[in-house]
């Protein structure tokens, strides 16, 4: 009797999840028991009862997550009965979850209840630092038949880098996604929303034959993305100001650069985490081109572009989704939110876009309608080199009073800590130039474009589609 009433007080202690082996043989399944020693969440959140015959845990309202106890799912299968409390908006599924800033999630969005062609109505997106990506992925959302009264049965299998959702039983997936964008693999598994919660079984490492390797992007065989671009540093923009040429960071601060992620996404959430205010990118890349010719540009954003083609505004626009000013898909980010024409030169075209967010994801996925007559596009190393080169600079070099024969004004460059300043005899003060790198500066104001040659003592001075040569005194 003493013997196994230790026993009986281990099993308690040491097992609050009921294990059983898997038909498979392959994996422990496991039980998960609607009792509070199974399940981790706050005092009055959640309530474990009979709930139509079935042990349940009923989740209260308060975005209150209950999280399986003592659990770390990598791989396997997850599966579970819910039924909703109406009215609500979601009901979720929580997976890979370190705490609230790095998770992965499935939700069911409940105001979809009844349509059947709802897009929107079951979705899969990560977090990243906090920000749930919903807005970014559309893709990874679709039609799930959520019943308004009765359980519905879901379940995911998750293997590597893929996942499978099934719903209400059905032989076809809702979702499947290709790529889980998660920035971890294993973590625990929670559960929120207000709703009953039965019958969850666990199965690890039982993936019904789904390879762990993410599906192939099919854009990568589409050369017409643009998916390198030199950036900036996040810097605030305050509400009610806008993003100008001039106003634009100084050469130096694009030495770094961003790859885009699957179906050419710019990933600044995944690179920057969350934007408290509202915060500005600059982004720039360069299409060179064998003639001029025309195209356009599909861009997709979030949540508010102004795009400038050497030196030139060509659009602005804004995809506000609180405010109601939503691009089509209903405030998502997708190629289909802005379609922009281009007027390219021949030679370099420099595209550069300030991407302002302070809503969730940020980002922006950029496609050329036509490559016709486009030779290169992603090469930024110059760009790059340029940049170093003007954050090392060192205008004393330039300095001087520079004289011309063909003009009366003389010039005179100062140096201001790294910065290059001209000023003309009769000018009341000097105006701070924008270094190009290779020894050339612009004062974009005046459209003046001045060109050293140090060594030579000489500056090429470009205004007006007129040339004026200059000799340092």
């Known amino acids: 009797m003493y013997k196994s009433t230790i026993l009986a007080i281990l099993m308690m202690v040491a097992a609050p999840l009921i294990a059983q082996k898997s038909k498979s043989g392959t994996s422990a399944e496991i039980r998960v028991p609607m009792t509070a020693s199974s399940w981790q969440f706050d005092e009055g959140s959640v309530e474990f009862l009979t709930y139509k015959n079935t042990p349940a845990m009923k989740i209260a309202k308060g975005n209150k997550k209950a999280t399986i106890r003592g659990l770390t799912f990598s791989d396997g299968i997850i599966e579970f009965d819910v039924e909703p409390i109406l009215p609500g908006f979601a009901q979720s599924v929580y997976f890979h979850r370190k705490d609230d800033k790095e998770q992965e999630i499935v939700y069911l969005r409940l105001g979809t209840i009844g349509n059947k062609l709802a897009n929107e109505a079951i979705q899969y997106t990560p977090y990243f630092g906090g920000v749930n990506m919903w807005d970014m992925y559309p893709h990874y959302q679709g039609p ?19 996942m499978k959702v099934y719903m209400n039983r059905q032989p076809k997936p809702v979702l499947w996604i290709p790529k889980l964008e ?17 019958n969850v079984v666990i199965r690890p490492n039982e993936t019904e034959g789904l390879s762990g390797t993410e599906a192939p992007d099919l854009t990568d065989h589409d050369a017409n993305y643009l998916r390198v671009w030199v950036m900036s540093k996040p810097a605030d923009l305050p509400n009610g100001s806008e993003a100008t040429v001039s106003a634009q960071p100084s050469l130096d601060q694009f030495t770094d650069s961003i790859k885009s992620e699957r179906e050419g996404f710019v990933n600044l959430t995944r690179k920057f985490g969350a934007n408290e205010t509202r915060k500005v990118i600059w982004l720039k890349t360069r299409i060179t081109t064998k003639q001029a010719v025309k195209t356009k540009l599909q861009l997709g954003f979030s949540d508010e572009v102004w795009v400038f083609l050497n030196s030139q505004t060509v659009y602005v626009d804004k995809n506000l989704y609180a405010q109601n000013m939503r691009k089509y898909p209903n405030g998502r980010m997708s190629i289909d939110n802005a379609s922009i024409n281009l007027s390219l030169k021949e030679g370099d075209n420099d595209l550069m876009i300030a991407v302002a967010n302070d809503f969730y994801g940020w980002g922006i996925v950029a496609r050329l309608e036509s490559t016709e007559s486009v030779v290169e596009v992603d090469n930024v190393h110059d760009m790059i080199e340029t940049a170093k080169e003007v954050a090392n600079l060192n205008p004393e070099i330039y300095e001087g009073t520079y004289a011309s024969p063909d003009l009366p004004v003389k010039l005179t460059f100062t140096r201001k800590a790294s910065r290059l300043l001209v000023q003309a005899t009769t000018a009341q003060s000097a105006s701070e130039l924008q270094a190009l790198g290779n020894h050339t500066f612009q004062f974009a104001a005046e459209g003046a474009v001045f060109e050293f040659k140090p060594q030579d003592r000489k500056m090429t001075l470009r205004q007006g589609g007129q040339t004026f040569q200059f000799t340092r005194e």
């Open 144 to 162: 799930a038949p959520i019943q308004k009264e009765g359980w519905n049965h879901l379940k995911l299998v998750i293997s590597g880098k893929q």
């Open 182 to 198: 998660g920035n971890f693999n294993e973590g625990s598994i929670a559960f929120e929303g207000t709703s009953y919660i039965a």
